[in-house]
């Protein structure tokens, strides 16, 4: 294989690469603790929180917990999605998305 076709194949999959990383960004991932939803983003930031009517406002510190739960638990979500879209080009390379 000569330097050209290296070359090509590079630009090739960064291409590929780009592709899946703005599909997946423009991808909603929703995750629900109890009351609290949580919705990011492919570039993993929050976009939307929602709280339940029916939520106690006097336990505080429950409602942090949900909060904190359902954010991770979406931004896994997301984080899962752009592995999976992703992880064929970082073979070997863990953590590089």
């Known amino acids: 294989m000569n330097m050209n076709q290296i070359l090509?194949?590079?630009?090739?999959m960064q291409k590929d690469m780009m592709k899946a990383q703005e599909e997946v960004a423009?991808?909603?991932f929703t995750a629900s603790k109890d009351l609290v939803t949580v919705e990011v983003n492919g570039n993993r930031k929050v976009t939307k929180?929602?709280?339940s009517e029916?939520?106690?406002t006097d336990d505080i510190e429950m409602l942090e917990d949900m909060i904190m739960i359902a954010t991770n638990d979406a931004l896994a979500q997301a984080e899962a999605e752009m592995e999976k879209r992703l992880g064929k080009y970082s073979k070997g390379m863990p953590g590089l998305f």
Do not use: F, G, N, S
Not at 8 to 12: N, R, T, V
């Open 8 to 12: 090509k194949q590079a630009q090739a």
């Open 26 to 28: 423009k991808m909603t």
């Open 49 to 51: 929180v929602t709280l």
């Open 54 to 56: 029916d939520i106690d």
